[in-house]
């Protein structure tokens, strides 16, 4: 039986890296054919299943212990994170400091009202305004009043003159008829 060495890469885009693969890598032996692809594709093996990797298949020889090193660029991302995150604190204890100013320039302000209010300094013009309102319509009334009453005088006149006329017609309605007849 023929044996091959793959290497196995251990930090990839999956581990936030940038290339392919790392600098550091570590061959395993599975001792079967196989067909790979990638950077092994010269070989024209057969395709074989993997074999089932057991911890008695391996012993503690076979598989050296892999240290990983930290990728620069997930380094710089956890540095960039923290940063933010101060940033982030930094602007939430100056939002927290603005709404206790306010709270307390609120509390101040509502003790002056109150001062205010209970020394009877502060009145309402809200008496005067509606007095003056008021007057505004009833002057309105009256003078809706007066234009009632010239308009009904003047429909009562008008209806006089209507009758008049409706009398007179109806007179010489009837002297037409009567000369003609």
Known sequence: MESYTYKISAGGPRYGGRRPFSSQSTSYNFGRELAVAGPYKGHNKAIRPFPA????????????MQ????????????????????????????????????EQQNQ????QLKLL??????KSNIETLFQIYSQNLKVQLNILGQDK???????ATM????????????????????NQG
């Open 149 to 155: 009453v010239r308009l009904e005088t003047d429909l």
């Open 53 to 64: 990797l057991t911890a008695s298949g391996l012993g503690s020889s076979m598989v050296p």
């Open 67 to 102: 240290t990983f090193t930290i990728d620069k660029a997930l380094q710089e991302m956890k540095i960039q994170e923290k940063d933010e995150i101060k940033g982030l604190n930094n602007k939430f204890a100056k939002y927290i400091d603005k709404v206790c100013n306010l």
């Open 117 to 122: 209010q209970e020394k009877s300094i502060y």
């Open 108 to 111: 101040v302000l509502e003790t």
């Open 159 to 178: 209806e006089q003159v209507v009758e008049e006329h409706k009398q007179r017609s109806v007179m010489s309605l009837a002297e037409c008829c009567t």
